[in-house]
């Protein structure tokens, strides 16, 4: 209950003393420092603040007049419009920061900042957090296991399935380099951190191979595959080829621009 009454108060204490110091032209990874701590800070904690009150009502308050099902629906509409005001506070956090810049240097390049975010900081957020939620989800069903039956050779399809799930996400990721700031290098290693925690959870919690636990072995399969043809796949001309070929209209004229030169 305390945790109800302080995280609000102290968000928005924080919130409204921070204002008055933005564009100060104090930065985290080229965002405003107070841009960065609405973001980063003060958003999730309101985020997880607004869903624990959420689960306090419905489980004290309407949870024997709810369903399991019904319950899932509020969830879901809930985090949908959280999903939705927290892409608002981005936008807005990228173009206050545009706003700043530009306002203590009307000639700065604003163009090589945005290409810095879209080519470098948002597809390592974007792949870095799909592997994490990922590999939150294959391994969490260590803990629960599914209360499915299919047969050895359905499940061993399903591991094949997710090996060429794992070939597909590497190269949807080798497609999205842009060839600056070590980001293959940053994004092997992510591949590898997280197939080794498969193999970790492996060794520790000993999962049965069968279909109980088909999301940890699909999850196995799928990271272990893009790991390994990580070392593969940059090597082959004919890959590269079939790489460009997927490659949308465009794509690397603006490979040019020096990301890590401040502008």
Do not use: C
Not at 231 to 258: A, M, P, T
């Amino acid at each position: 209950m305390i945790f109800l009454v302080l995280v609000p108060i102290i968000t928005s204490i924080i919130g409204l003393l921070a204002y008055r110091f933005q564009g100060k032209e104090k930065e985290i990874f080229r965002l405003d420092l107070v841009q960065f701590v609405y973001l980063f800070v003060l958003s999730p904690a309101m985020f997880v603040w607004l869903k624990t009150l959420l689960f306090y009502l419905v489980r004290n308050e309407l949870g024997e007049a709810l369903s399991i099902n019904q319950i899932f629906v509020i969830d879901t509409i809930f985090t949908l419009i959280a999903v939705f005001v927290m892409a608002g506070i981005s936008i807005h956090t990228l173009t206050k920061t545009f706003w700043i810049k530009r306002y203590h240097n009307p000639e700065f390049d604003l163009y090589h900042l945005s290409e810095y975010f879209h080519l470098w900081w948002s597809h390592i957020l974007i792949w870095g957090g799909a592997m994490l939620l990922g590999s939150f989800i294959t391994i969490a069903n260590v803990f629960t296991p599914f209360q499915l039956e299919l047969s050895k050779a359905a499940f061993i399809f399903a591991q094949f399935v997710g090996s060429l799930v794992g070939m597909a996400f590497f190269l949807a990721i080798w497609m999205s380099d842009p060839g600056q700031g070590h980001f293959m290098r940053i994004m092997k290693l992510l591949l590898v951190l997280f197939s080794l925690t498969h193999i970790v959870v492996y060794f520790v919690f000993d999962p049965k191979f069968n279909s109980q636990y088909i999301g940890y072995w699909i999850g196995s399969a799928i990271f272990i595959t893009a790991a390994g043809v990580g070392g593969l796949f940059e090597r082959y001309q004919k890959l590269s080829r079939f790489r460009k070929l997927l490659l949308h209209v465009g794509w690397g004229e603006n490979k040019g621009i020096d990301l890590f030169k401040k502008k």
